[in-house]
């Protein structure tokens, strides 16, 4: 299993954590950002990952039946943890602002589920999809992502397990010393960021 000490030299080897200064798509800015998309281009790595995800999950949890990655962070990660698992792996998306399943895939209520994040921070997409599944009547077992940056684990009724506590510090736009400073600012991601 990859450890954090590795993980975190990974990321710095391979050019994919960033500094500057960014606007995430949870609306907060911050000096570094986690290009995990850089990460898992390379499908060794990728599959590295994902297998030490499978791994890392916790005796605890109950077995899942599907995995769900939330687009696009997710889904990578969350098909190569399916893949290390031999479980079914989806994805949400959203559409009109909503998370959504689409393309034909579903849940059923007696499925468990365990959704695979690439990085959380505030925990907001992540509790987007727990609300999506509750809402047709799966049960989510956990929650895991390769970096929590959060400098806590959000409070999102489920558990939480990351390869790496990486935390980065975050700030509102209007308290943001960055912008203090007039440093350009970088929207990175795959989302429109909700601050200009």
Not at 17 to 22: D, E, Q, V
Not at 56 to 67: F, H, N
Request: charged residues 20%.
């Amino acid at each position: 299993m990859i450890s954090e000490t590795e993980l975190e030299s990974i990321f710095t080897a391979s050019g994919a954590l960033l500094k500057g200064h960014f606007a995430l798509s949870s609306g907060l800015h911050s000096d570094q950002y986690f290009q995990c998309a850089l990460l898992l281009s390379d499908t060794k790595l990728a599959k590295r990952l994902g297998t030490s995800l499978a791994e890392a999950i916790p005796s605890s949890w109950e077995t899942p039946d599907v995995v769900v990655g939330p687009a696009l962070g997710g889904v990578i990660i969350g098909h190569e943890v399916a893949r290390a698992l031999g479980k079914r792996s989806i994805f949400t998306e959203r559409k009109d602002g909503e998370m959504v399943l689409r393309r034909g895939f579903s849940v059923n209520p007696v499925e468990k589920i365990l959704i695979v994040e690439d990085v959380i921070t505030t925990g907001k997409s992540s509790g987007e999809v727990i609300a999506l599944l509750n809402s047709m009547g799966a049960k989510t077992v956990g929650l895991m992502s390769i970096v929590l940056r959060a400098e806590e684990e959000p409070k999102l009724n489920v558990p939480i397990k990351s390869l790496a506590h990486l935390s980065a510090k975050g700030f509102a736009a209007d308290a943001c010393p960055l912008c203090a400073n007039g440093e350009p600012i970088i929207k990175p991601g795959s989302r429109p960021s909700t601050v200009s």
